[in-house]
Nanobody
Framework: QVQLQESGPGLVKPSQTLSLTCTVS??????????WSWIRQPPGKGLEWMGS???????YSSPSLKSRTSISRDTSANQFTLQLSAVAPEDTDVYYC????????????WGQGTQVTVSS
C-alpha cells in the first residue's frame, strides 16, 4: 500500500521560495505509469493542481503557476519536491502530494497535507 508524506516549513516569509518534499513508501516513484503531483487547497476553496512529475521524470505545471513552480525528484530517496518561488500571503494553503495514473486528475492516493503560512 502506497503512503505519501509531505514535509517542509510551516511558515515562509513573503518573496521567499517554498520547498516541500513528499516521501513515498510502498511504491517506487519510477514505476510505470504513475504521476506524482502537488495540489493545494486555499481556505474555504477547492483543490488546485499545481504540477506533476511522471514516472519517466517528465514534469508538468499548471499554466497559472508555471513561472513560479519547479518539481524535481530524488529517485534514490524515493522523494519528489516542489519549489514555489516568490511566495505571497495568497499562497497560504494546505499543500498535498498525491499519486495518479493521469497528469492532473483521478488522484487515488494522498498525503495527509501540510499547512503552509506565508507571513512576515
Amino acid at each position: 500500500q502506497v503512503q505519501l508524506q509531505e514535509s517542509g516549513p510551516g511558515l515562509v516569509k513573503p518573496s521567499q521560495t517554498l520547498s516541500l518534499t513528499c516521501t513515498v513508501s510502498g511504491a517506487s516513484i519510477t514505476t510505470n505509469y504513475y504521476y506524482w503531483s502537488w495540489i493545494r487547497q486555499p481556505p474555504g476553496k477547492g483543490l488546485e493542481w499545481m504540477g506533476s512529475i511522471a514516472y519517466s521524470g517528465n514534469t508538468y505545471s499548471s499554466p497559472s503557476l508555471k513561472s513560479r513552480t519547479s518539481i524535481s525528484r530524488d529517485t534514490s530517496a524515493n522523494q519528489f519536491t516542489l519549489q514555489l518561488s516568490a511566495v505571497a500571503p495568497e499562497d497560504t494553503d494546505v499543500y498535498y502530494c498525491a499519486r495518479s495514473l493521469d497528469v492532473a486528475s483521478n488522484f487515488g492516493s494522498w498525503g495527509q497535507g501540510t499547512q503552509v503560512t506565508v507571513s512576515s
